[in-house]
């Protein structure tokens, strides 16, 4: 069994959304994380330790994609309010004010810089996919050959390409000179969910709800390669800058990660509970992130990059299996979360047009607060009884709680709830079950090796008492 290290591993996870995360994008710089929410919020974590996260307010809806531009000055967000935001990624900056693209007619499920960071891709329910200015801040021109709902939209490497995926169950290419549909896939057995380019721009991978990942090449317009390793739905897809691996999260609560070299699923991976709504690599590829219904974004380290691709294929050539889950190569964090908290300050700093800004210290709240609507400006009130400031804190303290980048089952409190120690006891049979399906595959495989070998062994005997027979006749008895 090879070493542990070389396998994924959780990091971090990051909680301060408050309802499902629906698309993540790390920042060029490697120092940030974005992701978007069904909370309506767009939050910026940074991935130094006792860093800050930025918590940007403004959209009034769902958020369905999040971007960092090409230098990781800016983030793009889209939104089912029908709208695109540029925010800038930093609290110096007019605490989070940002400039409002009123896209389409219908809400916006999906944003996209080019790789110069010159435009900007948006894909939409009104059935069409739109391309904007990011100096001049306006409208470029649309593509409107799309029959339903367009789901996701990406622009290839060198920008010459857009390509497009919805409901009408097709994968369109667009010439970005001539505004014409150059082609047009209809290989997908379902709605398209997500579509992207590997990084060479050599091929194009498009999911679907129907729980198959497609990739095909666009030199020749061949389907390459078709997987369908998911037992329900793929949300979201990512290419590692290799070309060599592609991630999957699904609505069956994994993330799968594929060996593209070899055409094979190697590692299936489990840490969220709920849909997996999105997954992203770093720029590097030396990280990724998912995000998923149950409110959460989880940090990964990939490890497997670092070593030699032969390597790799030698390790997964002992450890695959084409048996059902669960796998050799099933991931599953120690205890819920490989995350330790932090015991030094953790600030979470809300943006809108004012600022609200929390600090949690040692498990001790210090709050101060900046704003301008009623609900902040109450907390200034020099007539509130202490019962009501004594539940103003308390409810403080859950929010903070909540943002905070802690461990689920720490509270902020000396002593652990009964409810915490029984989470922890149903966490830890949790482990202990996963432990023992695998003991019980691995004996099953050892069994089926055994009846394998005395399978053989009984037909090399069969084949030596052959090769006697036909050198040693019977002899004929005469009467």
């Known amino acids: 069994m090879a070493s542990v290290m070389e396998d994924p591993t959780l990091e971090r996870h990051f909680k301060g959304h408050r309802d499902a995360v629906t698309c993540a994008d790390f920042n060029p710089n490697r120092k940030q994380l974005a992701s978007g929410s069904v909370d309506k919020n767009v939050m910026i974590w940074n991935l130094a330790p006792k ?23 800016l983030v793009a967000s889209s939104s089912k309010d029908r709208t695109v935001r540029l925010w800038t990624p930093s609290i110096n900056v007019q605490f989070g004010e940002s400039t409002v693209f009123k896209a389409h007619t219908a809400a916006v499920r999906s944003v996209a810089f080019s790789h110069d960071g010159q435009r900007l891709v948006t894909a939409s329910d009104d059935k069409s996919v739109k391309v904007w200015s990011i100096h001049r801040q306006c409208f470029i021109y649309s593509l409107n050959q799309h029959t339903n709902w367009v789901r996701c939209a990406r622009f290839s490497p060198d920008g010459r390409i857009i390509a497009s995926c919805g409901d009408d169950r097709t994968v369109r290419l667009w010439d970005t000179s ?4 150059i082609n047009c896939l209809t290989d997908c057995g379902g709605s398209a969910t997500f579509v992207d380019f590997n990084s060479s721009g050599t091929c194009i991978a498009a999911s679907g709800a129907d729980s198959s990942l497609k990739i ?4 020749t317009n061949k389907l390459i390669q078709h997987y369908q390793v998911h037992s329900a739905g793929i949300n979201s897809f990512s290419f590692h800058p290799s070309n060599n691996y592609v991630i999957t999260g699904s ?9 593209l070299l070899e055409g094979r699923l190697i590692y299936t991976l489990h840490g969220h509970k709920g849909a997996v709504i999105t997954v992203a690599f770093s720029r590097a590829g030396d990280l990724f992130a998912s995000g998923g219904a149950d409110s959460q974004v989880l940090l990964w380290r990939t490890n497997f990059d670092s070593k030699s691709y032969q390597d790799v294929l030698r390790q997964h050539s002992r450890r695959s299996t084409p048996d059902l889950p669960p796998h050799l190569s099933d991931i599953h964090p120690r205890g819920p979360h490989l995350h330790h908290p932090q015991p030094t300050a953790i600030q979470v700093y809300h943006l809108s047009n004012g600022l609200t800004a929390c600090k949690v210290a040692n498990s001790r709240l210090e709050g101060w607060i900046e704003g301008e609507s009623a609900s902040r400006a109450d ?67 050892t069994e089926d090796k055994l009846k394998e070998c005395l399978s053989h062994q009984s037909q090399i005997v069969k084949d030596l008492r052959a090769s006697r027979e036909s050198y040693f006749p019977p002899l004929a008895i005469r009467h």
């Open 178 to 181: 001539t505004k014409h549909c």
């Open 251 to 259: 609505s069956d609560s994994t993330i799968k990660i594929l060996d």
């Open 216 to 219: 095909w090449d666009l030199r």
């Open 51 to 73: 860093a800050r996260a930025f918590r940007f307010v403004g959209h009034q809806d769902v958020i369905t994609g999040v971007q960092f531009c090409p230098s990781g000055n």
């Open 379 to 445: 907390l200034t009130a020099g007539n509130d009884t202490k019962a009501e400031r004594r539940a103003r804190k308390g409810r403080r303290e859950e929010e903070v709680e909540e943002i905070g980048q802690t461990h689920p089952l720490e509270v902020l409190s000396d002593h652990p709830s009964v409810n915490s120690i029984l989470r922890h006891i149903v966490q830890q049979l949790d482990i202990l079950t996963q432990t023992i399906s695998v003991l019980e595959e691995r004996l099953t495989l």
